[in-house]
C-alpha cells in the first residue's frame, strides 16, 4: 500500500463504533475535552425518512445538553424535514448537500463555537458522516444505522462500507 492509499484508507476509518448513540460515555467526552456534537439524522437519531426520534437518542442528546455540550445536527436531507428535527430537538442544524464537505462541519463548529480538537462527529454513514469528519480533524464516531430503509445508492454504499470496516457480507 503506498502512502496516498493509506491516508484514504484512515480517513474513512472511525475513532470509535457503537451500536447507537445512546452508548456514547458523555462524561469520557467532557474529560477529552469535548464540548460540542455534531450529529446526523437519518439513522442516526431517527429512522431513516421517519418523522419519529429514537427515544433512547432523544434521551442521550437532552442529557448531552444538560451537560453542557452544544450540540448541533448536520444532515444532507432537505431544509423542511432538517427544520421539523432542529424544533422538535431545540437545537441547531446545518443542512443541505453538506456532508462530506468540509464547509458544512465548519458552520456546524461555528454555531457550536468549537474546533476541530474539541469537536465529535456522529454519524451512521462512512462515506459522509465519517469522511468529512476525518478531513477537518474532527473526532468520529460511527453508529449502525437505526433502519434497513435507505436510499438506493445508499444500500450500495454499505456495501463498500462493510468491507472497508472488515465486516463479512453477509447480505
Ligand atoms: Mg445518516
Known amino acids: 500500500m503506498n502512502c496516498g492509499e493509506r491516508r484514504k484508507t484512515v480517513l474513512i476509518q472511525p475513532d470509535m463504533r ?6 456514547i460515555d ?10 460540542g456534537i ?17 427515544d433512547p437518542a432523544a434521551e442521550w442528546l437532552a442529557r448531552a ?8 445536527l ?4 432537505y431544509h423542511s424535514r432538517a427544520d421539523w428535527f432542529a424544533r422538535a430537538l ?18 456546524a463548529m461555528q454555531i457550536l463555537g468549537t474546533h476541530s480538537d474539541s469537536t465529535v462527529m456522529v454519524g451512521d454513514q462512512l ?10 480533524g474532527i473526532h468520529a464516531i460511527l453508529v449502525s444505522p437505526l433502519s434497513d430503509r435507505e436510499l438506493p445508492h445508499t444500500r450500495l454504499k454499505r456495501r463498500l462500507e462493510r468491507f472497508l470496516l ?6
Open 166 to 171: 472488515g465486516r463479512r457480507d453477509d447480505s
Open 65 to 72: 445538553k444538560n451537560l453542557g455540550f452544544g450540540v448541533c
Open 90 to 107: 431545540g437545537l441547531p442544524v446545518v443542512c443541505g448537500w453538506v456532508k462530506p464537505w468540509r464547509w458544512g462541519y465548519r458552520r
Open 26 to 35: 458523555l462524561d469520557e467526552l467532557s474529560r477529552r475535552g469535548i464540548a
Open 38 to 54: 455534531i450529529v446526523d439524522i437519518d439513522n442516526t437519531i431517527a429512522p431513516w425518512g421517519a418523522y419519529d426520534i429514537c
Open 127 to 136: 462515506f459522509t458522516d465519517i469522511l468529512g469528519a476525518k478531513r477537518l
Open 74 to 77: 448536520l444532515t444532507n436531507n
Open 18 to 23: 457503537v451500536d447507537g448513540v445512546w452508548e
